[in-house]
């Protein structure tokens, strides 16, 4: 595709669980994109999703590639995230994956080092970054700065997950870390760049998943995060961004922003309020169709070593606690 062209981005789903659901109903918010086709494992569940959000069943996911799509969007849970990521790449298409990208650096590599060869777009579908309140902050500080940040706080706890739920399937590579806390490593190294050191605590739960993790870490730019993730506990969901003049307060739920406050060591403070919507997922979206139409290989905003550096913090989070999966 190039940036003159007049045909909408063509995307392709595979999977049909809730992210799908979510991505559908943004995608509808997005000027220049459709969906096309959608492949899931259950024929009846797939059916069921476009007769709710149009486009058209394929048999298999060979035929969904097969079907003139531009683009794949992966909202399978994460242990099949690397397998179809690496069916799209050598079909030629264009992938958005969702978090976590992979479930390991290992596999992470794998897949970035095939599109990298083939020259197709991926990016890790990481949603913070593109949403309004987000990009103000940024711009906001960037124009009138608390510093250089030395400190990130971010967490989030929910003990009311049902039982069932697939994250707590240690077979399909479940787990808070994986489920919630990438996006606590998204904003730690967004801030402060790659960490060098992480130390961990936490507990593992029946089905042999991380059920909670309390993680440290030492960055490259010189600041700390402390970052908190679990599935047996209830916490908020703010977050902290603190400098030598001044801190951020990113208001709950941080990873769907729409409100900041910052205060500065001086006594002022600014109030933030950007809403969103189209469900938050069209912003990266817009972004990913954008680097589409450019013929880009690699976002520039959720950069591939922005991911690399994501796993490695849970990869070290996960060992630290003995939480090791079947397929690792």
């Known amino acids: 595709m190039s940036e003159l062209d007049p045909r909408p981005v063509r995307f392709g789903i595979v999977g049909a669980g809730s992210i799908a659901h979510r991505f559908a109903r943004s995608l509808a918010h997005v000027r220049g994109a459709v969906l096309a086709g959608v492949w899931a494992r259950r ?52 992938v958005l994956c969702e978090k976590p990208a ?11 080092r095939a599109a990298r060869d083939a020259r197709v777009l991926f990016m890790e579908a990481m949603k913070p970054p593109f949403y309004p309140l987000y990009r103000k902050l940024r711009a906001h500080l960037a124009d009138d700065p608390i510093g250089e940040i030395r400190l990130v706080r971010a967490g989030c706890a929910s003990s009311t997950v049902p039982d069932d739920h697939p994250v707590y399937r240690f077979e399909q590579a479940g787990g808070a870390l994986l489920d919630i806390g990438i996006y606590e490593m998204f904003l730690a190294v967004d801030w402060l760049g790659a960490a060098l050191d992480v130390q ?22 010189g600041g700390v995060a402390q970052l908190f993730c679990g599935l047996d506990v209830h916490g908020r969901g703010d977050a902290l961004l603190a400098a030598a003049l001044g801190h951020v307060t990113i208001h709950e739920n941080w990873w769907d922003p729409a409100r900041a406050t910052i205060r500065y060591a001086d006594g002022r403070v600014v109030e933030l309020d950007e809403p969103f919507d189209g469900g938050g997922l069209n912003y990266e979206t817009e972004h990913f169709c954008a680097l589409l139409r450019a013929g880009e ?23 630290a606690l003995g939480v090791r999966y079947p397929m690792e």
């Open 200 to 221: 961990t605590f936490g507990r593992v739960g029946a089905t042999g998943v991380d059920v909670f993790a309390s993680v440290n870490s030492r960055h490259a730019r």
């Open 102 to 112: 992979m479930i390991n650096a290992a596999q992470l590599d794998a897949v970035l």
């Open 297 to 319: 290989i690699e976002s520039p905003v959720m950069t591939h070593d922005h991911s690399r550096r994501m796993i490695a913090m849970t990869d070290a989070a996960r060992a």
């Open 43 to 94: 024929a009846q569940a797939c059916a069921a999703f476009c007769a709710e959000h149009g486009g058209t069943p394929a048999a298999s996911l060979d035929a969904l590639l097969a079907s003139g799509v531009d683009a794949i969007y992966v909202a399978t849970l994460n242990d099949s995230h690397a397998q179809y990521a690496l069916a799209a790449i050598a079909a030629g298409k264009a």
